[in-house]
């Protein structure tokens, strides 16, 4: 063991041996650059945009009601056959249209309720729907 003498004058070396570090800081440089492409892949969505506008608020529905014995009510008034069609032509020349809800008695002839579907189409409503009642359990 001659080369290992504590006589010799050889000095101890005290700087850091770089390369390593650098090979590591490579293979880590290589791996972000091949794996970052992989991780930006996203799902495509189409959201949604928010608009500071005012919203128009819907108008009140329009509740018919068909009684047992035939006659109509608008609301909670009366009306007669002849002045159903201008009632529906008033509400559907409004701006934003409202909805016509039919509720009919379960006893009424069913061609009644037809009758003030037809005045309601004739005049131009659009937005249409039948009030019922849940079934008991």
Do not use: C, W
Not at 13 to 33: G, H, K, R, T
Not at 34 to 39: D, L, Q, W
Not at 64 to 69: F, M, Y
Not at 121 to 136: C, I
Request: proline share 8%; hydrophobic share 50%.
């Amino acid at each position: 063991m001659a080369g290992f003498q504590a006589d010799d004058n050889a000095e101890v070396m005290s700087e850091i041996n770089m390369v390593p570090f650098i090979d590591v800081m490579l293979v880590l440089l290589i791996i972000f650059i091949i794996t970052v492409p992989v991780m930006k892949h996203a799902v495509n969505v189409e959201l949604p945009r928010a608009s500071s506008e005012k919203q128009i608020a819907p108008p009140e529905a329009l509740r018919l009601t068909v009684a047992a014995d035939g006659s109509y009510f608008l609301g909670d008034t009366p009306i007669a056959n002849e002045a159903l069609l201008p009632a529906f032509q008033a509400a559907a020349a409004q701006a934003p249209q409202p909805e016509l809800h039919v509720r009919g008695d379960k006893a009424v002839r069913y061609e009644r309720v037809a009758q003030a579907l037809a005045a309601a189409q004739q005049a131009g409503l659009r937005k249409l729907g039948f009030v019922t009642e849940p079934a008991p359990r």
